[in-house]
């Protein structure tokens, strides 16, 4: 914050001070960085960042130890079929054609639900070696969660051809195993969001921390910078303001920027500043400038060089 008031303030006392050329603008570019940091603490056991480097959204930046969270599912699934037992120990007896047709379609379906879950677990874990994409792991996802709800309805269906000496007993169980299943899928979420991808493509700017370091919540991992998030900042003089309203195209001058690089004013500053030293009267009135962003429209300098902007003709 510091480095940017005091680029911004070196930067109007350039504008103040310029007289060669009254239309153009000066500014710098300014990255629209993330901060990415994972939803729970612990320690960092692989880093897979590194500085400097382009990714691609969905790419694994950097994964927490996951030790506890894999036991802990591991204790849910176990609970899980336990419940999943004793529900169907329980569904057995009374007018046997039809519970045997439901408990075989039960059985078909928990059959599917195992294989799915098998999916889903090694498309994680291919997806944080970085071997399989994103779109296939969802899709193991979708089919995993489509197995559980046909296991639910099935095991409803048994329910209700069950006696009715024992439909109570039957709704109990049933809703234990809903709920360790339910339990599971937390865990598994809980495994899964130990690790941090790219939210978009991208640039990795800065490794904040390292393998080994502890991170969280409030303790970032990377500094990330998205594609398309440099922006042009520039103070406009209050006598141009009317003449360079949002959507004015600009064109930008700097070191390294191709000739054709351009601009687009993206907002003004509702209120304005003076240029120091302050001096409240009119002949003071062309020292006012307000803050402007800008998108780049091609070619986007690395964040923090100086540049020079002035409006396109007839644009």
Not at 111 to 116: G, Y
Not at 173 to 199: F, H, K, N, S, W
Not at 202 to 228: H, K, N, Q, T, Y
Request: glycine share 8%; hydrophobic share 45%; charged share 25%.
């Amino acid at each position: 914050m510091r480095r940017t008031r005091a680029i911004a303030f070196s930067l109007i006392v350039l504008l103040s001070g310029c007289g060669q050329n009254e239309d153009q603008l000066q500014g710098y570019a300014e990255g629209k960085f993330v901060m990415l940091a994972p939803d729970t603490s612990g320690r960092i056991a692989v880093m897979s960042a590194v500085e400097g480097a382009h990714v691609d959204a969905g790419v694994m930046l950097f994964q927490l130890e996951e030790t506890i969270e894999r036991a802990a599912l591991d204790a849910a699934q176990a609970s899980a079929a336990a419940a999943g037992a004793r529900f169907d120990d329980a569904a057995v007896g009374g007018r046997e054609p039809e519970i045997a047709a439901a408990r075989e379609q039960l059985a078909q379906a928990r059959a599917t639900q195992t294989k799915a879950a098998a999916d889903r677990q090694r498309f994680q874990t291919l997806f944080v070696a970085g071997t399989v994409a994103r779109a296939q792991l969802d899709e193991a996802v979708a089919a995993a969660t489509t197995a559980d709800a046909q296991v639910a309805e099935l095991r409803q269906r048994l329910t209700i051809v069950a006696l009715p000496a024992r439909e109570n007993q039957l709704r109990a169980l049933q809703a234990d195993a809903v709920g360790a299943e339910a339990q599971a899928r937390a865990a598994a979420d809980t495994l899964r969001r130990r690790g941090v991808a790219a939210p978009a493509a991208g640039r990795v700017e800065r490794l904040i921390r390292r393998a080994g370091d502890v991170a969280g919540p409030s303790l970032p991992v990377v500094r990330f910078l998205p594609d398309g998030s440099v922006r042009a900042i520039l103070f406009i003089p209050a006598p141009q303001l009317a003449k360079l309203p949002v959507g004015t195209r600009l064109g930008v001058h700097c070191d390294g920027c191709p000739a054709d690089t351009q601009a687009e004013i993206l907002s003004v500053a509702d209120e304005a500043e003076f240029t120091p030293p302050v001096i409240y009267s009119d002949a003071e009135r062309a020292r006012l400038v307000f803050r402007a962003e800008a998108r780049f429209t091609g070619f986007m300098p690395p964040p923090g060089t100086p540049v020079r902007l002035e409006a396109l003709k007839g644009k």
